[in-house]
């Protein structure tokens, strides 16, 4: 029985107003919850199925550090991706049973435990592993989010990876992702793994040694959002919003592509 859950995909920012304006007044996100932490503002939004997304800036202080440092050196982009476990120890004992090592992990609270697995172990993308303990925090929803859009579905997140095996044993035997599909072409070798409520994760491996030694390709971590919603059609000007403010929030998006 699967433990784990692919909870939300974090977006760094310094302007909210872009990711409320996209991931709720186009995609028809709902407030969730979010509130400050030390160093950094974060809140999420739920949709009909698959992940949360959370947005997160930086607020003062030394505590935003990493998330300014973040920032200055990519841009607005995505930060990491959050999987919700019920036995944080077992899940890390998992992980490093793959020979990899997290950081920052902390246990002592009774409510939140928390550990991170690096990128470069990662497979090209921050993963926070948290264990949160009694009911959700609730907070106000924020002024400056519009009403929403219309619902949509966050279908899948696809990421570029080095080493698709390697990247799937993480996924699927730590994280207990299920491998739904894989695939090979003499240019391309793709894996997709699903965990509940909908989330998925497309990962891909390409160039001319995918079906050989790992690729080292400089472009590895998060690639595309797919959402998809009831509405066949986009509205007039919608295309040129959707671009701008994917374009501002450093993500790719396509929406029922």
Not at 117 to 131: E, F, M, S, T
Not at 183 to 212: F, M
Not at 235 to 250: D, F, V, W
Request: hydrophobic letters at 40%.
């Amino acid at each position: 029985m699967t433990r784990t859950v692919l909870d939300h995909v974090a977006v760094a920012t310094r302007v909210l107003t872009d990711g409320w304006d996209l991931f709720g007044g186009v995609l028809g996100g709902r407030w969730a919850y979010g509130g400050n932490d030390p160093g950094y503002w974060w809140g999420q939004l739920h949709f009909r199925t698959g992940p949360k997304i959370e947005l997160l800036t930086p607020t003062a202080g030394p505590d935003a550090a990493f998330l300014e440092r973040f920032l200055t050196t990519r841009g607005p982009g995505p930060h990491h991706l959050n999987f919700g476990v019920t036995n944080i120890g077992d899940t890390l004992a998992r992980v490093r049973a793959l020979g990899i090592e997290p950081v920052k992990v902390n246990l002592d609270s009774a409510t939140w435990k928390e550990a991170f697995l690096h990128p470069r172990d990662a497979y090209g993308i921050v993963i926070q592993i948290a264990q949160q303990s009694g009911p959700l925090p609730q907070f106000a929803r924020p002024p400056e989010l519009p009403e929403p859009g219309a619902a949509s579905d966050f279908v899948l997140a696809e990421l570029r990876v080095d080493d698709i095996d390697g990247a799937v044993r993480l996924y699927s035997a730590a994280l207990e992702g299920e491998v739904a599909s894989r695939s090979e072409t003499d240019s391309e070798r793709t894996a997709e793994l699903t965990w509940p409520h909908g989330a998925r994760i497309r990962l891909v491996q390409s160039g001319a040694s995918a079906l050989a030694a790992p690729a080292q390709q400089a472009d590895c971590g998060l690639s595309l959002l797919r959402f998809s919603r009831d509405a066949p059609d986009l509205s007039l000007g919608e295309p040129a919003r959707i671009a701008a403010l994917s374009r501002r929030l450093g993500v790719s998006l396509a929406l029922n592509d």
